[in-house]
Protein backbone atom coordinates (compact mmCIF):
# COMPACT_ATOMS: atom_id res chain seq x y z
CA UNK A 1 0.00 0.00 0.00
CA UNK A 2 1.48 3.27 -1.27
CA UNK A 3 0.58 6.22 0.93
CA UNK A 4 -1.08 9.25 -0.98
CA UNK A 5 -0.94 12.66 0.07
CA UNK A 6 -3.25 16.06 -0.87
CA UNK A 7 -3.00 19.15 -0.09
CA UNK A 8 -2.66 22.48 -1.79
CA UNK A 9 0.35 23.45 -4.53
CA UNK A 10 2.87 25.47 -3.98
CA UNK A 11 2.74 26.14 -0.16
CA UNK A 12 4.14 24.55 2.64
CA UNK A 13 0.90 24.92 4.89
CA UNK A 14 -0.16 22.16 6.69
CA UNK A 15 0.43 19.35 4.68
CA UNK A 16 4.28 20.18 5.42
CA UNK A 17 3.95 18.48 8.71
CA UNK A 18 2.90 15.20 6.94
CA UNK A 19 5.61 15.36 4.75
CA UNK A 20 8.48 15.75 7.31
CA UNK A 21 6.87 12.74 8.91
CA UNK A 22 6.77 10.55 5.95
CA UNK A 23 10.30 11.96 4.83
CA UNK A 24 11.91 11.93 8.46
CA UNK A 25 10.74 7.83 8.50
CA UNK A 26 12.06 7.08 4.62
CA UNK A 27 8.55 6.28 4.00
CA UNK A 28 7.39 6.30 0.13
CA UNK A 29 4.16 8.37 -0.84
CA UNK A 30 2.34 9.82 -3.49
CA UNK A 31 1.67 13.59 -4.44
CA UNK A 32 -2.17 13.73 -5.63
CA UNK A 33 -2.47 17.32 -6.17
CA UNK A 34 1.04 18.41 -7.10
CA UNK A 35 4.03 17.85 -10.02
CA UNK A 36 3.55 18.78 -13.86
CA UNK A 37 1.34 16.18 -14.69
CA UNK A 38 -2.06 17.04 -12.13
CA UNK A 39 -4.77 18.91 -13.28
CA UNK A 40 -4.57 22.38 -11.42
CA UNK A 41 -8.21 21.37 -10.29
CA UNK A 42 -7.43 17.96 -9.09
CA UNK A 43 -7.64 18.61 -5.04
CA UNK A 44 -11.08 20.56 -5.48
CA UNK A 45 -12.40 17.88 -7.56
CA UNK A 46 -11.43 15.42 -5.33
CA UNK A 47 -12.51 17.17 -2.43
CA UNK A 48 -16.23 17.55 -3.99
CA UNK A 49 -16.22 13.61 -4.63
CA UNK A 50 -19.24 11.95 -2.54
CA UNK A 51 -17.67 10.06 0.03
CA UNK A 52 -19.27 8.82 3.22
CA UNK A 53 -16.19 9.98 5.62
CA UNK A 54 -15.24 13.76 3.36
CA UNK A 55 -12.56 15.86 4.66
CA UNK A 56 -13.66 19.46 5.62
CA UNK A 57 -9.85 21.04 4.58
CA UNK A 58 -7.23 19.37 3.05
CA UNK A 59 -4.28 17.89 4.05
CA UNK A 60 -5.63 14.52 4.15
CA UNK A 61 -4.08 11.37 3.50
CA UNK A 62 -5.13 8.06 1.76
CA UNK A 63 -3.85 4.93 2.71
CA UNK A 64 -5.60 1.94 0.95
CA UNK A 65 -9.53 2.14 2.18
CA UNK A 66 -9.17 4.99 4.57
CA UNK A 67 -9.04 8.71 3.96
CA UNK A 68 -8.11 10.73 6.97
CA UNK A 69 -8.09 14.72 7.30
CA UNK A 70 -6.50 16.71 9.96
CA UNK A 71 -2.92 17.09 10.21
CA UNK A 72 -2.87 16.10 13.91
CA UNK A 73 -5.54 12.92 13.01
CA UNK A 74 -3.24 11.86 10.08
CA UNK A 75 -0.03 11.55 12.28
CA UNK A 76 -1.75 9.69 15.24
CA UNK A 77 -2.06 7.17 12.43
CA UNK A 78 0.97 7.30 10.94
CA UNK A 79 2.81 7.73 14.20
CA UNK A 80 3.45 4.15 15.26
CA UNK A 81 3.43 2.64 11.49
CA UNK A 82 6.47 4.73 11.10
CA UNK A 83 8.00 4.51 13.75
CA UNK A 84 7.60 8.20 14.93
CA UNK A 85 5.82 7.80 18.28
CA UNK A 86 7.07 5.48 21.92
CA UNK A 87 4.57 2.30 21.62
CA UNK A 88 2.70 2.92 25.14
CA UNK A 89 -0.17 4.89 25.03
CA UNK A 90 0.26 7.37 27.63
CA UNK A 91 3.40 8.46 24.91
CA UNK A 92 1.27 8.28 21.89
CA UNK A 93 -1.52 10.63 24.08
CA UNK A 94 1.02 12.84 24.64
CA UNK A 95 2.79 13.22 21.61
CA UNK A 96 -0.89 13.85 20.51
CA UNK A 97 -1.36 16.51 23.11
CA UNK A 98 1.60 18.25 22.11
CA UNK A 99 0.60 17.94 17.98
CA UNK A 100 -3.04 19.38 18.78
CA UNK A 101 -0.92 22.33 20.72
CA UNK A 102 0.96 23.26 17.44
CA UNK A 103 -1.97 22.96 15.77
CA UNK A 104 -3.40 25.63 17.79
CA UNK A 105 -0.11 27.47 17.39
CA UNK A 106 -0.18 27.28 13.86
CA UNK A 107 -4.13 28.51 13.95
CA UNK A 108 -2.43 31.67 15.33
CA UNK A 109 0.40 32.02 13.26
CA UNK A 110 -2.09 32.11 10.43
CA UNK A 111 -4.55 34.56 11.83
CA UNK A 112 -1.45 37.08 12.97
CA UNK A 113 -2.02 37.85 8.71
CA UNK A 114 -5.88 36.55 8.59
CA UNK A 115 -7.38 37.94 11.39
CA UNK A 116 -10.61 39.13 9.96
CA UNK A 117 -11.25 36.22 7.14
CA UNK A 118 -9.48 33.62 5.57
CA UNK A 119 -11.70 34.46 2.55
CA UNK A 120 -10.00 38.21 2.35
CA UNK A 121 -6.32 39.48 1.34
CA UNK A 122 -3.95 40.37 3.50
CA UNK A 123 -4.09 43.53 2.40
CA UNK A 124 -8.06 44.10 2.97
CA UNK A 125 -6.87 43.02 7.27
CA UNK A 126 -3.35 44.27 7.46
CA UNK A 127 -4.49 47.03 10.17
CA UNK A 128 -6.26 44.51 12.30
CA UNK A 129 -3.57 42.51 10.98
CA UNK A 130 -0.79 44.45 12.48
CA UNK A 131 -2.39 44.79 15.93
CA UNK A 132 -2.89 40.94 16.08
CA UNK A 133 0.90 40.38 15.16
CA UNK A 134 2.33 42.77 17.50
CA UNK A 135 0.16 40.19 20.23
CA UNK A 136 1.29 37.06 18.33
CA UNK A 137 4.71 38.25 19.51
CA UNK A 138 4.65 39.83 22.19
CA UNK A 139 2.25 37.52 23.90
CA UNK A 140 0.99 34.35 22.02
CA UNK A 141 4.72 33.49 20.85
CA UNK A 142 6.66 33.56 24.10
CA UNK A 143 3.90 31.71 26.27
CA UNK A 144 3.61 28.64 23.23
CA UNK A 145 7.82 28.69 22.83
CA UNK A 146 8.33 28.87 26.54
CA UNK A 147 5.35 25.82 26.84
CA UNK A 148 7.73 23.66 24.36
CA UNK A 149 10.98 24.83 26.05
CA UNK A 150 9.75 23.31 29.62
CA UNK A 151 8.85 20.04 27.43
CA UNK A 152 12.23 19.39 26.58
CA UNK A 153 13.18 20.36 29.68
CA UNK A 154 11.24 17.97 31.22
CA UNK A 155 11.65 15.36 29.07
CA UNK A 156 13.08 12.54 31.53
CA UNK A 157 14.28 9.96 28.59
CA UNK A 158 15.94 12.52 26.70
CA UNK A 159 18.18 15.73 26.88
CA UNK A 160 16.90 16.44 23.10
CA UNK A 161 13.94 15.39 22.23
CA UNK A 162 10.22 16.10 23.21
CA UNK A 163 8.46 12.82 23.51
CA UNK A 164 10.69 9.63 24.52
CA UNK A 165 14.06 8.66 23.70
CA UNK A 166 14.14 9.21 20.17
CA UNK A 167 12.78 11.48 17.31
CA UNK A 168 9.24 11.49 17.15
CA UNK A 169 6.79 13.14 14.67
CA UNK A 170 6.14 16.37 17.63
CA UNK A 171 9.84 17.48 17.06
CA UNK A 172 9.84 16.92 13.13
CA UNK A 173 6.81 19.47 13.73
CA UNK A 174 8.53 21.71 16.33
CA UNK A 175 11.59 21.93 13.32
CA UNK A 176 8.95 23.14 11.31
CA UNK A 177 7.71 25.91 13.80
CA UNK A 178 11.15 27.48 14.10
CA UNK A 179 11.85 27.17 10.94
CA UNK A 180 8.78 29.33 9.57
CA UNK A 181 8.63 31.32 12.18
CA UNK A 182 12.04 32.20 11.87
CA UNK A 183 11.19 33.55 8.06
CA UNK A 184 8.32 34.97 8.85
CA UNK A 185 9.32 36.89 12.53
CA UNK A 186 12.82 36.93 12.05
CA UNK A 187 13.12 40.13 14.47
CA UNK A 188 10.95 38.36 17.23
CA UNK A 189 12.74 35.65 16.76
CA UNK A 190 16.33 36.90 17.40
CA UNK A 191 14.49 38.47 20.39
CA UNK A 192 13.00 35.21 21.59
CA UNK A 193 16.16 32.50 20.40
CA UNK A 194 18.18 33.14 23.94
CA UNK A 195 15.38 32.00 26.40
CA UNK A 196 14.71 28.86 24.53
CA UNK A 197 17.79 26.85 24.02
CA UNK A 198 16.69 23.27 23.27
CA UNK A 199 14.17 24.00 20.97
CA UNK A 200 16.39 26.02 18.75
CA UNK A 201 19.21 22.59 19.50
CA UNK A 202 16.40 20.39 17.99
CA UNK A 203 15.27 22.59 15.08
CA UNK A 204 18.87 21.81 14.30
CA UNK A 205 19.37 18.47 15.49
CA UNK A 206 16.62 17.25 13.15
CA UNK A 207 17.97 19.29 9.66
CA UNK A 208 20.51 17.00 10.25
CA UNK A 209 18.99 14.51 10.44
CA UNK A 210 20.57 12.05 7.38
CA UNK A 211 16.46 11.50 5.95
CA UNK A 212 15.83 15.27 6.78
CA UNK A 213 19.15 16.88 5.16
CA UNK A 214 18.39 15.10 1.81
CA UNK A 215 14.83 16.45 1.98
CA UNK A 216 15.35 19.66 2.58
CA UNK A 217 17.93 19.84 -0.34
CA UNK A 218 15.67 18.14 -2.61
CA UNK A 219 12.97 20.26 -5.05
CA UNK A 220 10.51 18.30 -2.98
CA UNK A 221 10.86 20.55 -0.11
CA UNK A 222 8.51 24.03 -0.95
CA UNK A 223 10.29 27.26 -0.08
CA UNK A 224 8.08 29.47 2.81
CA UNK A 225 6.50 31.73 0.53
CA UNK A 226 3.21 34.64 1.19
CA UNK A 227 1.07 32.36 0.10
CA UNK A 228 1.12 30.16 3.08
CA UNK A 229 0.82 29.66 6.66
CA UNK A 230 4.44 31.48 7.24
CA UNK A 231 4.28 34.62 5.45
CA UNK A 232 6.80 37.65 6.16
CA UNK A 233 5.85 40.74 6.23
CA UNK A 234 7.59 43.24 7.83
CA UNK A 235 4.88 45.51 9.16
CA UNK A 236 4.12 42.47 11.01
CA UNK A 237 7.47 41.95 12.68
CA UNK A 238 8.04 45.07 14.57
CA UNK B 1 -10.70 5.06 39.40
CA UNK B 2 -12.30 8.27 39.23
CA UNK B 3 -11.66 10.65 36.54
CA UNK B 4 -10.90 14.11 37.31
CA UNK B 5 -11.56 16.98 35.68
CA UNK B 6 -9.97 20.48 35.54
CA UNK B 7 -11.27 22.98 33.80
CA UNK B 8 -12.33 27.26 34.60
CA UNK B 9 -15.20 27.82 37.06
CA UNK B 10 -18.16 29.58 35.90
CA UNK B 11 -18.30 29.05 31.95
CA UNK B 12 -19.48 25.55 29.71
CA UNK B 13 -16.50 26.05 27.52
CA UNK B 14 -14.37 23.51 26.37
CA UNK B 15 -14.60 21.61 29.26
CA UNK B 16 -18.12 21.41 28.39
CA UNK B 17 -17.05 19.09 25.61
CA UNK B 18 -15.76 16.39 27.90
CA UNK B 19 -18.87 17.07 31.02
CA UNK B 20 -21.07 16.03 28.15
CA UNK B 21 -19.13 12.60 27.36
CA UNK B 22 -19.09 11.70 30.60
CA UNK B 23 -22.73 12.46 31.67
CA UNK B 24 -23.85 11.15 28.76
CA UNK B 25 -22.42 7.70 29.64
CA UNK B 26 -23.61 7.63 33.31
CA UNK B 27 -20.09 7.73 34.56
CA UNK B 28 -19.02 9.85 37.82
CA UNK B 29 -16.47 12.43 37.60
CA UNK B 30 -14.77 14.80 40.15
CA UNK B 31 -14.61 18.72 39.22
CA UNK B 32 -11.15 19.87 40.84
CA UNK B 33 -11.61 23.40 40.01
CA UNK B 34 -15.11 24.06 40.72
CA UNK B 35 -17.66 24.17 43.61
CA UNK B 36 -18.11 25.78 46.96
CA UNK B 37 -15.04 24.33 48.34
CA UNK B 38 -12.59 24.87 45.84
CA UNK B 39 -10.20 27.44 46.63
CA UNK B 40 -10.44 30.04 43.60
CA UNK B 41 -6.83 29.58 42.42
CA UNK B 42 -6.76 25.71 42.42
CA UNK B 43 -6.66 25.50 39.20
CA UNK B 44 -4.06 28.21 38.38
CA UNK B 45 -1.68 26.45 41.05
CA UNK B 46 -2.38 23.67 39.51
CA UNK B 47 -1.43 24.54 36.21
CA UNK B 48 2.17 25.65 37.53
CA UNK B 49 3.10 22.38 39.19
CA UNK B 50 6.19 20.86 37.80
CA UNK B 51 5.09 17.87 35.98
CA UNK B 52 6.64 16.28 33.05
CA UNK B 53 3.38 16.10 30.82
CA UNK B 54 2.43 19.60 31.62
CA UNK B 55 -1.44 20.69 29.83
CA UNK B 56 -0.85 24.28 27.62
CA UNK B 57 -3.92 24.95 28.83
CA UNK B 58 -7.59 23.70 30.26
CA UNK B 59 -9.35 21.59 30.12
CA UNK B 60 -7.45 18.69 31.32
CA UNK B 61 -8.69 14.93 32.87
CA UNK B 62 -6.90 13.21 35.33
CA UNK B 63 -7.31 9.30 34.79
CA UNK B 64 -5.25 7.14 37.57
CA UNK B 65 -1.29 8.25 36.53
CA UNK B 66 -2.24 10.27 33.32
CA UNK B 67 -2.98 13.82 32.76
CA UNK B 68 -4.40 14.31 29.70
CA UNK B 69 -4.92 17.74 28.01
CA UNK B 70 -6.41 19.32 24.32
CA UNK B 71 -10.32 18.35 24.31
CA UNK B 72 -10.48 16.74 21.70
CA UNK B 73 -7.33 13.99 22.85
CA UNK B 74 -9.60 13.56 26.00
CA UNK B 75 -12.52 12.42 23.94
CA UNK B 76 -10.52 10.21 22.12
CA UNK B 77 -9.06 8.70 25.35
CA UNK B 78 -12.62 8.50 26.70
CA UNK B 79 -14.42 7.14 23.76
CA UNK B 80 -13.52 4.27 23.50
CA UNK B 81 -13.99 3.66 27.65
CA UNK B 82 -17.50 5.40 27.94
CA UNK B 83 -18.38 3.08 25.29
CA UNK B 84 -19.10 6.67 23.01
CA UNK B 85 -17.22 5.37 19.59
CA UNK B 86 -17.55 2.23 17.72
CA UNK B 87 -15.09 -0.68 17.98
CA UNK B 88 -12.94 -0.54 15.11
CA UNK B 89 -10.07 1.86 13.91
CA UNK B 90 -11.43 3.29 11.28
CA UNK B 91 -14.81 4.53 12.62
CA UNK B 92 -12.25 6.24 15.27
CA UNK B 93 -10.38 8.19 13.49
CA UNK B 94 -13.33 9.37 11.63
CA UNK B 95 -14.68 10.14 15.05
CA UNK B 96 -11.84 12.14 16.19
CA UNK B 97 -11.45 14.27 12.95
CA UNK B 98 -14.79 15.27 13.46
CA UNK B 99 -13.70 16.30 16.41
CA UNK B 100 -11.02 18.00 15.26
CA UNK B 101 -13.09 20.27 12.55
CA UNK B 102 -15.31 20.33 15.55
CA UNK B 103 -12.92 21.92 17.73
CA UNK B 104 -11.51 24.53 14.24
CA UNK B 105 -14.93 25.73 14.98
CA UNK B 106 -14.65 26.28 18.70
CA UNK B 107 -11.83 28.47 17.68
CA UNK B 108 -13.58 30.48 14.99
CA UNK B 109 -16.63 31.15 17.22
CA UNK B 110 -14.11 32.21 20.20
CA UNK B 111 -12.68 34.24 17.68
CA UNK B 112 -15.28 36.28 16.31
CA UNK B 113 -15.39 38.16 19.97
CA UNK B 114 -11.70 38.10 20.35
CA UNK B 115 -9.97 38.23 16.85
CA UNK B 116 -7.69 40.32 17.82
CA UNK B 117 -5.90 39.00 21.20
CA UNK B 118 -7.13 36.87 24.30
CA UNK B 119 -5.98 38.48 26.57
CA UNK B 120 -7.81 42.25 25.54
CA UNK B 121 -11.51 42.74 26.79
CA UNK B 122 -14.00 42.07 24.00
CA UNK B 123 -14.69 45.96 24.49
CA UNK B 124 -11.21 46.56 23.46
CA UNK B 125 -11.38 44.69 19.97
CA UNK B 126 -15.37 45.20 18.96
CA UNK B 127 -14.83 46.71 15.67
CA UNK B 128 -12.73 44.07 14.20
CA UNK B 129 -15.27 41.51 16.41
CA UNK B 130 -17.54 42.99 14.27
CA UNK B 131 -16.01 42.79 11.03
CA UNK B 132 -14.79 39.08 12.13
CA UNK B 133 -18.17 38.09 13.18
CA UNK B 134 -20.06 38.87 9.72
CA UNK B 135 -18.07 37.25 8.35
CA UNK B 136 -18.23 33.95 10.55
CA UNK B 137 -21.92 33.97 9.95
CA UNK B 138 -22.25 34.66 6.80
CA UNK B 139 -19.29 32.20 4.99
CA UNK B 140 -17.66 30.00 8.17
CA UNK B 141 -20.94 28.88 10.14
CA UNK B 142 -22.67 27.61 6.52
CA UNK B 143 -19.73 26.14 5.56
CA UNK B 144 -18.87 24.01 8.77
CA UNK B 145 -23.08 23.40 9.02
CA UNK B 146 -23.06 22.25 6.06
CA UNK B 147 -20.45 19.87 6.35
CA UNK B 148 -21.89 18.57 9.21
CA UNK B 149 -25.20 18.18 7.51
CA UNK B 150 -23.75 16.24 4.80
CA UNK B 151 -21.83 13.90 7.55
CA UNK B 152 -25.13 13.36 8.84
CA UNK B 153 -26.69 12.74 5.55
CA UNK B 154 -24.03 10.48 4.28
CA UNK B 155 -23.77 8.16 7.40
CA UNK B 156 -24.54 4.99 6.08
CA UNK B 157 -24.99 3.25 9.46
CA UNK B 158 -27.75 5.63 10.71
CA UNK B 159 -30.35 8.29 9.94
CA UNK B 160 -29.33 10.48 12.95
CA UNK B 161 -25.90 10.04 14.50
CA UNK B 162 -22.67 11.49 12.63
CA UNK B 163 -20.49 8.06 13.84
CA UNK B 164 -21.72 4.47 13.52
CA UNK B 165 -25.18 3.30 14.45
CA UNK B 166 -25.51 5.06 18.45
CA UNK B 167 -24.69 8.08 19.99
CA UNK B 168 -21.03 9.04 19.84
CA UNK B 169 -18.73 11.80 22.10
CA UNK B 170 -19.06 13.76 18.71
CA UNK B 171 -22.98 13.78 18.39
CA UNK B 172 -22.69 14.99 21.82
CA UNK B 173 -20.40 17.62 21.23
CA UNK B 174 -22.75 18.64 18.07
CA UNK B 175 -25.22 18.99 20.60
CA UNK B 176 -23.34 21.65 22.14
CA UNK B 177 -22.25 23.91 18.81
CA UNK B 178 -25.96 23.90 18.14
CA UNK B 179 -26.82 25.30 21.44
CA UNK B 180 -24.17 27.16 21.96
CA UNK B 181 -24.37 29.21 18.72
CA UNK B 182 -28.31 29.70 18.89
CA UNK B 183 -27.08 31.68 22.38
CA UNK B 184 -24.66 33.45 20.61
CA UNK B 185 -26.33 34.41 16.90
CA UNK B 186 -29.81 33.45 17.42
CA UNK B 187 -30.51 35.41 14.02
CA UNK B 188 -28.24 34.10 12.31
CA UNK B 189 -29.43 30.44 13.23
CA UNK B 190 -32.79 31.04 12.52
CA UNK B 191 -31.60 32.09 8.96
CA UNK B 192 -29.30 28.84 8.70
CA UNK B 193 -32.09 26.34 10.10
CA UNK B 194 -34.13 25.58 7.27
CA UNK B 195 -30.50 23.84 5.47
CA UNK B 196 -29.85 22.06 8.25
CA UNK B 197 -32.80 19.85 9.37
CA UNK B 198 -30.17 16.72 10.32
CA UNK B 199 -28.13 18.67 12.51
CA UNK B 200 -31.26 20.55 14.47
CA UNK B 201 -32.92 16.90 14.70
CA UNK B 202 -29.29 15.62 16.30
CA UNK B 203 -29.78 18.71 18.94
CA UNK B 204 -32.98 17.88 19.66
CA UNK B 205 -32.22 14.01 20.26
CA UNK B 206 -29.66 14.70 22.34
CA UNK B 207 -31.43 16.52 24.36
CA UNK B 208 -33.46 13.99 25.05
CA UNK B 209 -31.45 11.48 25.74
CA UNK B 210 -32.33 10.34 29.39
CA UNK B 211 -28.93 10.86 31.20
CA UNK B 212 -28.43 14.01 28.70
CA UNK B 213 -31.93 15.46 30.03
CA UNK B 214 -31.15 14.86 33.92
CA UNK B 215 -28.16 16.47 33.03
CA UNK B 216 -29.41 19.59 31.70
CA UNK B 217 -31.84 20.14 34.02
CA UNK B 218 -29.51 20.01 37.07
CA UNK B 219 -26.92 22.59 39.24
CA UNK B 220 -23.84 20.91 36.81
CA UNK B 221 -25.08 22.20 33.57
CA UNK B 222 -23.54 25.97 32.96
CA UNK B 223 -25.69 28.32 31.52
CA UNK B 224 -24.27 30.33 28.75
CA UNK B 225 -22.75 33.46 29.40
CA UNK B 226 -21.05 36.59 28.36
CA UNK B 227 -17.82 35.31 29.79
CA UNK B 228 -17.30 32.02 27.81
CA UNK B 229 -16.59 30.93 23.94
CA UNK B 230 -20.20 31.20 22.88
CA UNK B 231 -21.37 34.95 23.88
CA UNK B 232 -23.66 36.96 22.81
CA UNK B 233 -23.62 40.29 21.34
CA UNK B 234 -26.79 41.60 19.44
CA UNK B 235 -23.77 44.22 17.58
CA UNK B 236 -21.86 40.59 15.93
CA UNK B 237 -25.36 39.19 14.98
CA UNK B 238 -26.56 40.94 12.22
Do not use: C
Amino acid sequence: MEYELWYWDGIPGRGEFVRLALEGAGIPYVERARGPDVDDNALVDDMARDRPHPPFAPPYLVAGQLTIAQTANILLFLGPRLKLVPDDEASRLWAHQLQLTIADLVTEIHDSHHPIASGLYYEEQKEEAARRAADLTAERLPKFLGYFEAVLERNPDSDAYAVGAALSYVDLSLFQIVAGLRYAFPKAMRRLAPGHPRLLALHDLVAAEPRIAAYLASRRRLAFNQSGIFRHYAALDQ
